[in-house]
């Protein structure tokens, strides 16, 4: 397995030379589900908490997510759709990086589907607010019914 990716990691670090900004590069790692890359100056060294920001596909004006890299580089996201997803990394002092990266149409279901809430869900809070209010009222009326306590006056 570990043979298996540094092929793929030189393999993917030779087609990155169009990637190239000021000296900055990229390695994608695809995983089913996760996207993930790393940046690295030119001499190898990581870009460590640089700048990210991501944008989904068909939306360059709009932010899907941004972060930082880690210490040493690397940054994953989960996407929630198939296409090509602009990654803008910025190295700080002039150092920029952006580069596409392209998910497939199984790799774009991430982000499960929210369950439906269950319906009886307010009915409970309802009966638990009405409830409340109800022994808060009982509990008084119970108070006030009670016959007062008679103190006994000592005898003189």
Same mark, same amino acid.
């Given at each position: 397995?570990?043979?298996?990716?540094?092929?793929?990691?030189?393999?993917?670090?030779?087609?990155?030379?169009? &990637?190239?900004?000021?000296?900055?590069?990229?390695?994608? +790692? %695809?995983?089913? $589900?996760? !996207?993930?890359?790393? @940046?690295?100056?030119?001499?190898?060294?990581?870009?460590?908490?640089?700048?990210?920001?991501?944008?989904?596909?068909?939306?360059?004006?709009?932010?899907?997510?941004?972060?930082?890299?880690?210490?040493?580089?690397?940054?994953?996201?989960?996407?929630?759709?198939?296409?090509?997803?602009?990654?803008?990394?910025? &190295?700080?002092?002039?150092?920029?990086?952006?580069?596409? +990266? %392209?998910?497939? $149409?199984? !790799?774009?279901?991430? @982000?499960?589907?929210?369950?439906?809430?269950?319906?009886?869900?307010?009915?409970?809070?309802?009966?638990?607010?009405?409830?409340?209010?109800?022994?808060?009222?009982?509990?008084?009326?119970?108070?006030?019914?009670?016959?007062?306590?008679?103190?006994?006056?000592?005898?003189?």
């Amino acid at each position: 397995m570990v043979p298996a990716l540094i092929l793929a990691a030189g393999l993917l670090m030779g087609t990155t030379s169009t &990637a190239l900004a000021h000296g900055v590069r990229h390695l994608t +790692l %695809q995983e089913p $589900d996760v !996207q993930a890359f790393v @940046v690295q100056y030119s001499t190898g060294d990581p870009v460590a908490y640089g700048e990210v920001k991501i944008y989904a596909p068909g939306q360059d004006d709009l932010e899907y997510q941004n972060g930082r890299t880690d210490a040493v580089g690397g940054f994953a996201f989960l996407p929630d759709r198939a296409g090509e997803w602009r990654i803008v990394v910025d &190295a700080g002092m002039g150092h920029r990086l952006e580069f596409r +990266l %392209q998910v497939a $149409d199984g !790799q774009g279901s991430a @982000v499960p589907a929210a369950e439906p809430a269950l319906p009886y869900g307010n009915v409970i809070r309802v009966a638990l607010g009405l409830s409340l209010f109800a022994n808060l009222f009982l509990a008084g009326a119970w108070f006030r019914s009670r016959p007062p306590k008679h103190k006994e006056r000592p005898a003189n």
